[in-house]
């Protein structure tokens, strides 16, 4: 019961809001079968980050990052959006049609969200299924949508180099355009949902004070305590998909 009030609760909160955002991780993907990056189960327990997931190690090796990066989307493509993508597609539907604004900002690489439905979505990580030239002899993408590629590393089908994932290693900037568009998002958002993410990785785990600092409210959705758990004001322990179905149908009755 008192778990119903306290969900009720936030549900008002959610309910009301004209800006809110929900910022994502891998934890939204995990009931579609995609493993996280961190914990026990975690994609990158037995890995040797550094030689996959830097810049230095697809230097090193660019044949092997590209195979893993290709096993990935061979895995990535058999999955679905699960429960929790769609309940956010549906909410953006919901606050969009009375004249308020819904992003999701993720930090997934995925493409679940938009495949969900989702239609304001910002990537601070990238999009695997897009990639471009290590030279960066254009700033255009190229779509990579077939799995298993004829050859690693592809090449770039304008100058010949060879085409790198797009998506942001660690050590490497974000782009500077999503950067800006995610703080102004966080600064403007009365509710940021940040849901299925450890909150370790910047800049996007510094997003939700931002929300804060400018009188906005976090809600975390999240299997366990995080960094973050301190400083949110609501912290909901439990499965995404279990729990945005059910507190995003409630915010509807509250919705002005
Ligand atoms: C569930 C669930 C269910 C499970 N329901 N929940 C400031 C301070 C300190 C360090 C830095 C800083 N600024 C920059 C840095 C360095 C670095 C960084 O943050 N390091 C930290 C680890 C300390 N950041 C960077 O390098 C970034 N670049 C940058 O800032 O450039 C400027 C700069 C560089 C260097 C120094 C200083 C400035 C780039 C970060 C790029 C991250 N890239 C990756 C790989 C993407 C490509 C790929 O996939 O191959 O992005 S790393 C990986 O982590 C991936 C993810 O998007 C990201 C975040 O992980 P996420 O989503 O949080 O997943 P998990 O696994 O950690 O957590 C899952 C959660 O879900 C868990 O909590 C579960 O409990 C939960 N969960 N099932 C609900 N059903």
Same mark, same amino acid.
């Given at each position: 019961?008192? %778990? ?26 995990? %009931?579609? /079968? ?88 910002? %990537? ?116 995404? /998909? ?15």
């Amino acid at each position: 019961m008192a %778990e119903d009030n306290l969900l009720n609760e936030i549900a008002a909160i959610v309910g009301r809001a004209r800006r809110p955002v929900a910022m994502t991780g891998a934890g939204i993907s995990a %009931e579609s /079968g995609i493993p996280t990056f961190r914990g026990k189960d975690g994609f990158w327990k037995d890995e040797d980050v550094t030689r996959l997931a830097t810049l230095e190690g697809f230097l090193a090796d660019p044949h092997k990052v590209w195979e893993w990066y290709d096993w990935r989307r061979s895995q990535i493509r058999q999955t679905r959006p699960n429960p929790g993508h769609f309940a956010i597609a549906e909410h953006e539907r919901l606050v969009v049609g009375r004249g308020g604004s819904f992003t999701t900002i993720t930090q997934n690489i995925d493409g679940l969200h938009a495949m969900a439905g989702s239609h304001s979505v910002v %990537e601070l990580h990238g999009n695997i299924w897009y990639s471009r030239c290590l030279k960066a002899c254009t700033t255009e993408l190229t779509h990579l949508p077939s799995t298993p590629l004829p050859e690693y590393p592809p090449p770039c089908p304008r100058c010949g180099d060879i085409l790198r994932p797009h998506v942001v290693w660690f050590g490497e900037s974000l782009d500077p355009l999503v950067i800006e568009e995610s703080l102004r998002l966080a600064g403007e958002a009365d509710v940021m949902l940040v849901v299925g993410t450890s909150s370790q990785v910047y800049p996007a785990a510094g997003l939700p004070y931002v929300t804060k600092r400018a009188g906005g409210m976090v809600i975390e959705i999240n299997l366990e305590p995080t960094e973050l758990t301190y400083s949110a004001d609501f912290s909901l322990h439990g499965r995404s /998909g279990e729990i945005l179905p059910d507190l995003l149908s409630r915010a509807r009755e509250f919705a002005e």
